[in-house]
């Protein structure tokens, strides 16, 4: 069935580095949506992807879908304490109804 | 945006029995979703509920374990019923604000984490 890879499973990194997380398919996405959840809250929808090779950022986020529209990430620049959590990459791969299938998570602690 | 609620927040449950949780968002909207998402782990989706048809299933969940009620545009309910330890996780509803070919976000509810002894 429809997977979707999500590496690291866990990053540690120092409050000011930079985090990237990875998205990757064996099928064409429909499109990808990203979300962030904090610890012990519920998923945050932060961007939506359609266009093969579209980029948009979100002040440091910078969201990337590839051409092939097979893998897309998330990097963040100059981590701050304040981007703690889980980054979840899905494909909306029931088009008009909405279904999502969701990625593992990329599990983000900033030591300050 | 929608703003969503969960009932109960948490409960702990004996096994055999069942639990209906309750979601209500404060706009009408036509797709609701339920998920299920063991701590630390990802979100799975268990069933789509359209207002005004049959909810949709996913593989591996069935309408006799987890019958789902969607009465209105506002509010839909998911019964985890003869509940197992196995049955133990967070469960999430969302809502998409978007019809049609419009692919729109899912706005999620705070949750409602069950345990089952």
């Known amino acids: 069935g429809q997977q979707v890879m999500q590496i690291p499973q866990y990053q540690h990194v120092q409050e000011g580095e930079d985090f990237t997380t990875y998205c990757n398919s064996s099928?064409?996405?429909?499109?990808i949506q990203w979300y962030k959840q904090r610890p012990g809250g519920h998923p945050v929808f932060l961007i939506q992807l359609v266009k093969s090779g579209e980029v948009k950022k979100q002040k440091r986020l910078t969201f990337q879908f590839g051409e092939a529209k097979k893998n897309s990430s998330l990097h963040i620049t100059a981590t701050q304490t304040t981007d703690v959590g889980t980054y979840f990459c899905a494909d909306n791969y029931g088009g008009s109804q909405g279904n999502l299938i969701f990625g593992k998570g990329t599990k983000l602690s900033v030591k300050p | 945006s929608a703003v969503i609620s969960q009932k109960p927040s948490r409960d702990i449950c004996q096994r055999g029995t069942s639990l209906t949780i309750q979601c209500q968002v404060d706009s009408q909207v036509t797709m609701m979703f339920w998920y299920r998402q063991q701590p630390g782990q990802s979100l799975t989706l268990i069933a789509t509920a359209n207002q005004g048809s049959e909810a949709t299933y996913e593989s591996g969940f069935v309408i006799d374990k987890f019958p789902i009620s969607r009465p209105n545009l506002t509010f839909s309910t998911l019964t985890v019923s003869n509940m197992s330890p196995e049955d133990s996780s967070i469960y999430l509803c969302?809502?998409?604000?978007?019809?049609?070919?419009?692919?729109?976000?899912?706005?999620f509810g705070p949750g409602t984490r069950l345990t089952v002894t």
């Open positions: 099928t064409t996405l429909s499109n």
């Open positions: 969302s809502v998409s604000l978007g019809t049609g070919t419009r692919l729109r976000e899912q706005y």
